[in-house]
């Protein structure tokens, strides 16, 4: 089997195909710090590409409360579980995060998902990677029992006592939102897996896809994907997932006339939790050095956004900002080892970061670029015995072709409809 | 290597994660959390105070039901003051017309 670069293992791995990368990568940042569960994203998926019969149970996009849920229902624990069955005592980290790009997180020193697929390898079929796959009734109840411990519906409309935050029946522990879509990787478990080779990885933005036509429905992708976003439809007979909304990052859409737009699922977010891009990558996937990229900024210079579960192997282009209440061995388990790091970035942000922030969902076009012009120090607080700067400084978004999209303050000023208008589009 | 023989309190080892639980530290951290994001994007007291008493952002609602209406609305005007006085309007101060109800949780 072929060896591939992975940063986020930061060292090679074994892959079923010879290393290649697209021209650009699809990749997304997602802040769980201000994600407070709307599921706005959630239904503007559902209502643009599932809403047919035998789409039912499918949920490309989804937020899931953790630590208590997840879509499919255990998902991550289960993958978790089995790469340590697999590999007992030896899914660890080496090294420290670092400021190098090839290997930021230090070395992952255990197994990812194409490194031990023979444990998981039925009568006699040899598997590319290490998976499962849930069962219906993993599948069949999204959010069952996340924000609340009572029993479900027992009857059509039955949303169960526990529906009722007020009635006392909660979780003891803390939670988060993660919302949570393909992502695309650049290794995909999926492709990897399927023996029809009809999911392909499109060259000019990383897009991963599945060919429907080719598609047979053996359910090797939903097996494979550790991220469990491959779904089956039992009324096509093949297997569907998040296509990224590629019309829009083609920029076929009319609103923004020709140039490359967010997806539904970002664009749709209330609470600008979301920013999404195509990222300029080197030919073992490493990201090219792009100072002015917000993406590249988060992920690399300011180093806030980390990748889920980059110990899987397959190098997910999903990267989060950690929520700060959490306890750091599970958002460690979760996000690697330079989450300590990126959460106390981001609770004393510099100016730069702050700005940056501001890029979230101001524009349904994608961002390509960003520049900074200094404004006014506005204030100055202690925060946690640390002083804190607040400068009202612009930050301005440019687009693919270098036209400016919007220029937006630190300092955002909010304006509000008169309830005249209150819903007037 | 110092990881030949793994150590449960190594914080660089991935497995065996527990979830701890009791206190309500993590809950009120997270609201402040929630109110420093949503001052950040230009929101006003109120308009924070609506978003921890509308059912729907799960959320903030929920640490509201936890927490109880007055530690959240001491939490929002403690973070928004010390953001700077003109960033902390009074509370139960409306923004518009239609206002915004405040309704009282059994906490």
């Known amino acids: ?105 230090g070395e992952f020193a255990g197994k990812g998902v194409f490194e031990s697929p023979e444990f998981v390898a039925r009568g006699g079929q040899p598997n590319q990677a290490l998976g499962y796959l849930p069962t219906d009734e993993e599948w069949r109840f999204p959010n069952i029992h996340e924000d609340v411990p009572q029993e479900g519906p027992t009857k059509p409309m039955d949303f169960g006592q526990g529906a009722d935050l007020s009635s006392g029946q909660k979780h003891r522990a803390w939670f988060y939102y993660l919302a949570r879509l393909c992502n695309h990787c650049s290794y995909p478990a999926c492709l990897a897996a399927c023996p029809r080779n009809a999911i392909y990885k499109r060259p000019e933005d990383g897009i991963v896809l599945i060919d429907q036509s080719e598609c047979r429905g053996y359910r090797k992708c939903v097996e494979a994907c550790p991220y469990k976003k491959s779904l089956y439809r039992g009324t096509t007979r093949t297997s569907e997932k998040c296509i990224a909304c590629f019309p829009r990052v083609e920029g076929l859409d009319l609103e923004t006339g020709g140039v490359p737009m967010e997806t539904r699922c970002m664009a749709a977010c209330i609470g600008q939790v979301r920013m999404q891009g195509l990222v300029k990558v080197n030919a073992d996937n490493t990201w090219v050095e792009d100072r002015r990229h917000p993406l590249y900024y988060l992920v690399h210079v300011a180093k806030v ?121 | ?89 009074a509370l139960g101060r409306t923004t518009e017309k239609r206002g915004i109800g405040l309704t009282v949780l059994n906490g």
């Open chain 1, 1 to 105: 089997m072929p060896f591939v670069y992975n940063w986020q293992l930061g060292r090679p791995m074994r892959y079923p195909y010879e290393q290649a990368s697209p021209k650009e990568q699809f990749a997304f940042v997602i802040n769980i710090n201000r994600c407070i569960g709307c599921q706005t994203c959630t239904m503007a998926c559902k209502s643009t590409w599932t809403f047919a019969k035998g789409q039912e149970h499918m949920w490309w996009t989804n937020v899931e409360t953790k630590p208590y849920g997840g879509y499919p229902q255990h998902w991550d624990v289960k993958i978790l579980d089995l790469l340590e069955q697999a590999n007992p005592g030896n899914q660890r980290w080496n090294g420290h995060p670092n400021g190098d790009p090839r290997n930021p997180y």
């Open chain 1, 305 to 425: 956004a980390l990748p889920l579960y980059p110990q899987f192997g397959t190098e997910p282009n999903g990267y989060y900002i950690p929520p700060r209440w959490v306890p750091l061995p599970y958002l460690r388990q979760m996000f690697g080892p330079a989450v300590e790091q990126a959460i106390e970035r981001y609770r004393h942000p510099d100016r730069e970061l702050l700005a940056v922030l501001q890029l979230f969902r101001r524009s349904n076009q994608i961002i390509a670029r960003y520049e900074l012009k200094e404004g006014e120090k506005v204030y100055e607080v202690d925060q946690d015995g640390k002083k804190f700067e607040m400068f009202n400084d612009t930050v301005i978004a440019y687009n693919r072709k270098g036209e400016e999209m919007f220029r937006t303050q630190v300092e955002e000023p909010i304006h509000v409809r008169s309830a005249k208008h209150a819903n007037t589009i």
């Open chain 2, 1 to 89: 290597m110092p990881y030949d023989d793994p150590d449960p309190t190594d914080p660089m080892t991935l497995h065996g994660v527990s979830i701890e639980t009791g206190d309500d530290s993590a809950m009120l951290e997270m609201a402040e959390c929630f109110i420093d994001e949503y001052a950040r994007l230009g929101f006003d007291a109120n308009r924070i105070l609506h978003l921890f008493n509308t059912r729907g952002y799960a959320g903030p609602f929920m640490a509201a039901t936890v927490l109880g209406n007055e530690r959240i609305r001491g939490l929002v005007a403690a973070v928004l003051a010390r953001r700077g006085e003109r960033r902390a309007p």
